[in-house]
């Protein structure tokens, strides 16, 4: 059978792009490596009793255009919302719980620095114009830089949206998009632990420091999404992020596409110039009129297009990409909740639901960054711990509870002969993460039941994320827009006519969102027409 579109990878952008191509009427067929769909957005029973999101651990970026037109709340998608948004423990005495609501935020803030209370409204204001541009261009195609008189119209189009806006809106625009974390809030605040907890988005899957220029942008890409409805929430999905998936998966096959798991693909099948459909690991030919692939850009160009399909320079562009989370993701089962030293008590209480975030000043971020460039890992890393069985009691036997920890910094590549295969390294770095939350909560340690541990390497060969990258490609100001994944490339169609990207190293980038996949499908859908 000859489909209409194959789509290489079942991630949630490529159940996405299934879906609307599928409710297009296009013959429509999801191949997926692994034995369950869901890419890095998956459940797991790491330890028995205990599940969680293996990879991807939260919700507020999915976007809310994609959940209602695949109806995912009818088909068992559940999102609930944190009690607060988040907690930093700073020292034995001394901590920050950032609530919900301007009010709320202000108080907390006001322990450090009544100033910086008062400059919050202004603030949460200009970040919100910024989000509300980036918002408009989340499910746009953007203009191919280098495309011709239709593609300049375009882009003047998108520049009309923000032509009229004050300068100082503007202003702040650019400073998003150009500069460092640290230097944008620099501008606003002056306690190190306020700056910090801002900071802290702005390094989050960036193999970077707050000093580094373009984390603004990476601070302001965390900031634009929301949870049923309410800006700025941050949830979980009843079940984990497999949850999310198992719902696309269901939206996209009652649609009529197909969906085969445990089908590793090997290339993708070019003729006659154009791609024809791919070859199966194991030597299987899958033919269509044109392939999709959810696997990222640099994965694509390097492992799958056969040489000689793309002219070696633009194959360079694509392979010479910037790639590298920087990030080690742990689960935990734990007898019993965290005892934070500055917040005490087993008893669960709105900071056990909260992102709890181990980054107490920007020169602890700044120095766990420099560690890891040096070292290979950070002597003190940052860590971000959420406790998602405080809102989901389906993850852990009565009484007890799991943890996802999302770390950093780490190489992708360890310096020296030291590498990731080499068990030892893994479990050393675990250890200090599991010391360094201890030393906020002196009883964590001894509850961790079990653990799961996933270097990059491990997150590259279980998901393909090349060197760990949970992005497809670093969110730099030269992997943006129209420049991403590379310059000319940016609507979505790959250099191979026929083949497309619809995952996260297509604008708007990473994170689930499922943007890449709607936006993709639309392009495809314009190119092969509806059935």
């Not at 605040?189 to 702005?202: I, M, R, Y």
């Not at 009529?256 to 070859?279: H, K």
């Not at 979505?492 to 969102?513: D, E």
Request: neutral net charge; aromatic residues 8%; hydrophobic residues 45%.
């Amino acid at each position: 059978m000859t489909f209409d579109i194959v789509v290489i990878g079942g991630g949630h952008n490529g159940l996405t792009a299934a879906a609307y191509l599928a409710r297009a009427g296009l013959r429509t067929l999801v191949l997926e490596k692994n034995a369950v769909v869901g890419g890095a957005a998956v459940t797991d029973e790491f330890v028995p009793g205990f599940r969680n999101s293996v990879a991807s651990y939260t919700v507020s970026l999915l976007n809310p255009k994609v959940v209602a037109d695949l109806d995912l709340h009818q088909f068992g998608l559940k999102i609930v919302e944190r009690q607060a948004g988040n907690f930093w423990p700073i020292d034995e005495s001394s901590s920050l719980l950032m609530p919900y609501g301007l009010a709320g935020r202000q108080t907390a803030i006001a322990q450090f620095s009544e100033r910086d209370a008062e400059r919050l409204p202004a603030y949460d204001a200009a970040l919100e114009k910024a989000a509300s541009v980036l918002r408009d261009l989340v499910l746009k195609t953007p203009p191919n830089v280098g495309g011709g008189l239709f593609e300049a119209i375009r882009a003047a189009a998108i520049g009309r949206r923000t032509f009229g806006m004050p300068l100082a809106d503007k202003q702040v625009i650019a400073d998003l998009f150009t500069k460092s974390a640290a230097a944008f809030l620099d501008e606003w605040f002056e306690s190190d632990v306020v700056k910090a907890s801002f900071a802290f988005d702005g390094i989050v899957g960036a193999y970077a420091s707050p000093s580094t220029p373009g984390t603004a942008y990476v601070l302001l890409h965390h900031c634009f999404g929301e949870v049923n409805g309410k800006a700025g929430v941050w949830g979980h999905a009843i079940g984990g992020m497999g949850a999310i998936t198992q719902a696309m998966a269901k939206s996209a096959e009652s649609a009529g596409a197909e969906i085969r798991t445990s089908s590793p693909v090997r290339e993708v099948l070019v003729e006659n110039g154009r791609a024809a459909g791919i070859v199966l690991a194991n030597g299987d030919v899958v033919r269509a009129r044109a392939v999709a692939a959810n696997v990222g850009p640099k994965l694509l160009m390097r492992d799958m297009v056969p040489a000689g399909a793309v002219a070696e320079d633009t194959r360079n562009r694509f392979v010479r990409m910037s790639t590298g989370s920087g990030t080690f993701r742990m689960n935990v089962a734990l007898s019993e909740l965290p005892d934070f030293t500055t917040r005490p008590g087993k008893q669960q209480q709105a900071h056990h639901t909260a992102g709890i975030v181990i980054g107490p000043t920007l020169e602890y971020l700044e120095r766990a960054y420099l560690d890891a460039r040096r070292d290979g890992w950070s002597a003190e890393p940052v860590v971000e711990m959420l406790i998602p069985s405080t809102l989901d009691d389906s993850l852990a036997p009565a009484g007890q509870h799991v943890a996802s920890l999302f770390v950093q910094h780490v190489a992708p590549r360890l310096p020296g002969p030291r590498s990731w295969t080499d068990p030892r390294e893994k479990e050393a770095f675990a250890d200090l993460v599991i010391d360094t939350v201890t030393k906020h909560a002196p009883n964590f340690k001894a509850a961790v039941i079990g653990r799961q541990i996933l270097s990059p390497l491990d997150l590259e060969q279980r998901f393909g994320l090349v060197d760990g990258d949970i992005f497809h490609g670093a969110l730099s100001l030269d992997q943006l827009f129209s420049l991403r994944p590379v310059m000319g490339y940016a609507n979505y169609r790959m250099p191979v006519p026929g083949l497309y990207l619809c995952g996260s190293g297509a604008h708007p980038g990473g994170g689930v969102t499922g943007a890449p996949g709607h936006n993709a499908a639309r392009e495809i859908i314009k190119d092969l027409g509806r059935r």
